[in-house]
C-alpha cells in the first residue's frame, strides 16, 4: 500500500468525534463520496490504494497477527463473498435513507442508539456535547455511525484472522470500482 502508513489516524479520529458529539458521523460520508470522484476522474482505485485511511487501519492492526494469518479464501477474492457485502451495503443505505425519510415526515421516531449488523442495539455512546438538532439529522448521524462501526469491526477482525487488507477484497466501494473499471475499459 502506498499510502501514508498514518493515515489510520483518520479512521480513530472519526469514532472519537462519534463519542464527543453523534452528528460527527456524517463526516464520513466523505470516505464514500471521494472514492467514487476519484474512480470517475482517474477511472482506476485511487482511494483504494493511496488514501483509504481504513486500509491503513487494516494494513497496521494485521501486522501484529500476520506470521499467524490464515489463507484468505477464494470466495473473498472471486467469489460471492465480496457481492454478499455489496448487498449488506445497498441495503444498510436503503433502510438509512427511507427510515431518515419517515422520521423527517414524522412518520417514525428517531433511533438514538447503535446497531450492528443493522440489527443488534448497542445503548450507551457517550455523548460529550449535546445539540439540539432535526429529529432525521440525528436518526442519520446513528445510523451512519453503526453502518461505520459495523464495516470497521469487521474489516478489522477479516484483518487479525486472515492478511491485514482481506476487507479490502470485500469492500463495497473497492467492488463497486472494479465492476466501473471493467465496464469502462469495454468501451
Given at each position: 500500500?502506498k499510502n501514508n502508513k498514518y493515515l489510520y489516524l483518520i479512521?480513530?479520529?472519526?469514532?472519537?468525534?462519534?463519542?464527543?458529539?453523534?452528528?460527527?458521523?456524517?463526516?464520513?460520508?466523505?470516505?464514500?463520496?471521494?472514492?467514487?470522484?476519484?474512480?470517475?476522474?482517474?477511472?482506476?482505485?485511487?482511494?483504494?490504494?493511496?488514501?483509504?485511511?481504513?486500509?491503513?487501519?487494516?494494513?497496521?492492526?494485521?501486522?501484529?497477527?500476520?506470521?499467524?494469518?490464515?489463507?484468505?479464501?477464494?470466495?473473498?477474492?472471486?467469489?460471492?463473498?465480496?457481492?454478499?457485502?455489496?448487498?449488506?451495503?445497498?441495503?444498510?443505505?436503503?433502510?438509512?435513507?427511507?427510515?431518515?425519510?419517515?422520521?423527517?415526515?414524522?412518520?417514525?421516531?428517531?433511533?438514538?442508539?447503535?446497531?450492528?449488523?443493522?440489527?443488534?442495539?448497542?445503548?450507551?455512546?457517550?455523548?460529550?456535547?449535546?445539540?439540539?438538532?432535526?429529529?432525521?439529522?440525528?436518526?442519520?448521524?446513528?445510523?451512519?455511525?453503526?453502518?461505520?462501526?459495523?464495516?470497521?469491526?469487521?474489516?478489522?477482525?477479516?484483518?487479525?484472522?486472515?492478511?491485514?487488507?482481506?476487507?479490502?477484497?470485500?469492500?463495497?466501494?473497492?467492488?463497486?470500482?472494479?465492476?466501473?473499471?471493467?465496464?469502462?475499459?469495454?468501451?
Amino acid at each position: 500500500m502506498k499510502n501514508n502508513k498514518y493515515l489510520y489516524l483518520i479512521t480513530i479520529l472519526y469514532f472519537v468525534l462519534g463519542i464527543i458529539n453523534i452528528h460527527f458521523a456524517l463526516i464520513g460520508m466523505i470516505c464514500m463520496i471521494i472514492p467514487i470522484i476519484l474512480l470517475f476522474k482517474n477511472r482506476k482505485k485511487t482511494w483504494c490504494q493511496g488514501y483509504c485511511p481504513r486500509a491503513s487501519l487494516y494494513s497496521n492492526s494485521g501486522k501484529v497477527t500476520s506470521k499467524y494469518s490464515l489463507k484468505v479464501p477464494l470466495s473473498f477474492v472471486k467469489g460471492k463473498i465480496k457481492w454478499i457485502v455489496l448487498a449488506y451495503f445497498v441495503l444498510s443505505l436503503t433502510i438509512i435513507i427511507k427510515s431518515t425519510i419517515m422520521v423527517s415526515l414524522d412518520k417514525a421516531i428517531p433511533v438514538d442508539y447503535l446497531k450492528f449488523l443493522l440489527i443488534f442495539p448497542l445503548e450507551g455512546i457517550p455523548q460529550l456535547l449535546h445539540f439540539k438538532v432535526a429529529p432525521w439529522l440525528l436518526h442519520l448521524s446513528y445510523r451512519f455511525y453503526s453502518l461505520m462501526m459495523t464495516t470497521t469491526i469487521l474489516g478489522l477482525i477479516l484483518s487479525l484472522v486472515y492478511k491485514p487488507r482481506t476487507w479490502c477484497t470485500v469492500c463495497p466501494i473497492a467492488t463497486i470500482s472494479d465492476v466501473y473499471i471493467k465496464g469502462s475499459k469495454g468501451n
